[in-house]
């Protein structure tokens, strides 16, 4: 994998859990805010990386990465 794909692949991690902890956290403020810039940049970031890893394995990361946030949020036990 090279370390632009690697790259773009922990930003829609990293997106992602941004975006239920602005949808789940404890923060009351700037809520929707969060979720959009997030959404924007997930959405930015798996149009790059289909130029390197095809649309269907790009929207498969994306899926599996807001899967996985969801996943942590739960545990860590602030999804409301």
């Known amino acids: 994998m090279s370390s632009e ?10 997106e992602a859990e941004a975006a239920f902890l602005g949808l789940y956290g404890y923060a009351e403020t700037t809520k929707h805010e969060i979720i959009q810039h997030s959404l924007q940049c997930i959405g930015e970031t798996c149009e790059q990386l289909k130029q390197h890893i095809g649309e269907e394995e790009a929207a498969m990361f994306v899926i599996n990465a807001l899967d ?7 545990k860590n036990g602030t999804h409301i």
Do not use: T, W
């Open 68 to 74: 996985k946030a969801q996943q942590r949020e739960h």
């Open 5 to 14: 794909v690697a790259r773009l692949k922990e930003r829609l991690q990293l």
